[in-house]
Each structure stands twice: as C-alpha cells, then as structure tokens.
C-alpha cells in the first residue's frame, strides 16, 4: 500500500497520511521503497523532494519491525503463503507473530 500512496493521491495516502490508525510493517520495507524508487517517481505526481516529504510524513505513522522480533512465525507464515507469493512471507510472519486487525493489502490472494 506504501507504493500506492507515494505513486498517487489516494485515499491509501490519506489514511496513511492522516490516520490515527497503528501500522506495522517488516524491516524490508525502506528497502523495497529504495530499490523501486526512480520507478515511483517515473509514475507519480511529486518530484524528488516532495517524494522524500511524503516518504517521511508516511513512515512516522509506520512501525518498522525488525526480523529478530517475529523470525520464529516463519515457518507458519511459508505454509500460508509461500506457495503463493515467497515474497509476502515476512509480511505474513510478522502478522502471525502480533494480535492484529489483519493485512491491509491490494494483493488478491489476501482477500
């Protein structure tokens, strides 16, 4: 939901932006964003500095978890998903590993 809300005013950027809501993502996020970045900014609406106020305002409402915290749910979370999607694993290990709401998540297969 992150790339959606930096590549596009949206209303995922307004409640990340906005929310009194509690996020939690994997210590992969920063990278993920940074390894995709030129490719947002091919896409969006700001430019590169606008990009980095937005990033930042975005991240102050996320809680960024490390692995060490939720490596033991792996195993769990690679029976749910991995045949699916390997690369939503931590995502879903992480969730295991917390009490929460759910996977906020445009992938179909979280639905």
Known sequence: ????ALIKDSLSRKIL??????FYSTDTLVESVIKHKEIILQKSEPD???FDF??????????IVKMEYYNSFIGAAKDVIGKIDIEDVPFVTLAL??????IWSDNNHFK
């Open 97 to 102: 590993s917390m009490t929460c709401d759910g």
């Open 48 to 50: 590169e500095e606008s």
């Open 1 to 4: 939901m992150l790339i959606f």
């Open 17 to 22: 932006t906005d929310s009194n809501l509690i």
């Open 54 to 63: 937005l990033f930042d305002s975005i991240m102050k409402n996320i809680t």
